[in-house]
């Protein structure tokens, strides 16, 4: 079964510092992934999303991601992360033939002024 | 677009009661989901709307729970007999439904957060 495992539950960063959240799947096929970003009373935003191509995308933001085949990964990154980057961050794949996405259990980001 | 809304934003509910949500997709959009989110965890997804067909509906959803999307446009979710384990956010999304099932891109609403007494 497709399933989206985030190793990482809190991470704590400087303002300034560079981030990089981590973000596994297990998928038969060629995945189709997202980045999303959940801030206290706000819905989920898309940061960015990877279907083909290019295993580098950029997102909204200043955050980034890779998508490597050989590891199963798509982790998000960040240079300079701000303190207005504190939130949750879940990752997501959609499965085969459906539209249903399965999300990761989500990484909380702390931002240290 | 003004974005995915859900009303109510909170509910708070005794334990055997019903309650509906209502969600209401950006425009034009003709798929429609629920999610439900528990703390600590990711969202896990309840059903998904293709206009007004109920399409696919996951084994989270018990005969207690039931959605609907008469015109395709707003949709309800209904939980009767709420049980404390009700108790979540539920996050209603809508994508374009223009794109195949990989490319169609969800866009979420707030979510209705759910506490059963």
């Known amino acids: 079964a497709q399933s989206v495992t985030q190793p990482d539950i809190h991470i704590t960063v400087s303002e300034g510092a560079s981030l990089e959240l981590r973000c596994n799947y297990s998928?038969?096929?060629?995945?189709?992934l997202f980045w999303y970003v959940q801030s206290p009373g706000q819905g989920l935003q898309l940061l960015l999303k990877?279907?083909?191509?290019?295993?580098l995308v950029q997102g909204i933001k200043g955050f980034e991601a890779e998508f490597k085949r050989s590891q199963s990964s798509f982790n998000l990154r960040k240079p300079s992360v701000h303190w207005s980057d504190a939130a949750e961050y879940f990752c997501?794949?959609?499965?085969?033939?459906?539209?249903?996405?399965?999300f990761g259990t989500g990484t909380r980001l702390k931002v240290l002024a | 677009d003004t974005g995915v809304s859900q009303d109510p934003r909170h509910k708070i509910t005794k334990r055997g009661q019903n309650v509906t949500f209502r969600c209401d997709p950006i425009?034009?959009?003709?798929?429609l989901y629920w999610y439900r989110q528990t703390l600590g965890q990711g969202p896990e997804f309840l059903t998904y709307?293709?206009?007004?067909?109920?399409?696919?509906k996951s084994r989270l959803l018990s005969d207690r729970f039931s959605a609907e999307r008469p015109k395709g446009s707003f949709s309800t979710l209904e939980i009767q007999r709420t049980e404390q384990g009700d108790s979540a956010m539920y996050l209603c999304?809508?994508?374009?439904?223009?794109?195949?099932?990989?490319?169609?891109?969800?866009?979420f609403g707030p979510g209705t957060r759910l506490t059963v007494l």
């Open positions: 998928y038969g096929a060629t995945p189709y």
């Open positions: 990877y279907f083909s191509g290019d295993t």
């Open positions: 709307f293709q206009n007004e067909a109920q399409l696919e």
């Open positions: 425009s034009e959009h003709n798929r």
């Open positions: 999304a809508s994508s374009p439904g223009l794109a195949g099932w990989g490319t169609d891109t969800q866009y």
């Open positions: 997501a794949v959609v499965t085969s033939g459906t539209y249903k996405y399965i």
